[in-house]
């Protein structure tokens, strides 16, 4: 079982929309923080947004706006709705999940994450 597992990646052109799924079913340390980031060829890891268990979310500029993080806690799942897409976006994307004392303060997109799915691969063409 993977703890994380990330789905939904695809090719699309610039303008369109995907949602990236990550499951959850199989992570069984605590966690009270999930975030997805993502990271282009040649470039640093970027994250990109966060949610806490109670839906309090943080989102880079890059994405603010075009992007949203959600969370079905019932069935262990993350989301992340991509709007207006536009080959910048073009990246691996990733999700992960931690535990944080003071989430509302810590689970922000700029934290180290523990715990890494294995990736989905978004390609944007113009």
């Known amino acids: 079982h993977v703890p994380l597992m990330e789905s939904g990646g695809a090719s699309v052109r610039t303008g369109g929309s995907l949602r990236l799924s990550c499951s959850a079913s199989?992570?069984?340390?605590?966690?009270?923080?999930m975030a997805w980031f993502r990271q282009a060829p040649g470039k640093k890891r970027e994250g990109i947004a966060s949610?806490?268990?109670?839906?309090?979310?943080t989102y880079a500029d890059s994405v603010k706006g075009r992007f949203t993080i959600s969370q079905d806690n019932s069935e262990s799942t993350l989301y992340l709705q991509m709007n207006s897409l536009e080959p910048e976006d073009t990246a691996m994307y990733y999700c992960?999940?931690?535990?944080?004392?003071?989430?509302?303060?810590?689970?922000?997109?700029?934290?180290?994450?523990?715990?890494w799915g294995q990736g989905t691969q978004v390609t944007v063409s113009a």
């Open positions: 199989g992570y069984t340390y605590s966690r009270n923080c």
């Open positions: 992960a999940a931690d535990y944080f004392k003071n989430p509302w303060t810590f689970c922000t997109y700029e934290r180290d994450f523990g715990n």
């Open positions: 949610i806490t268990t109670d839906g309090h979310t």
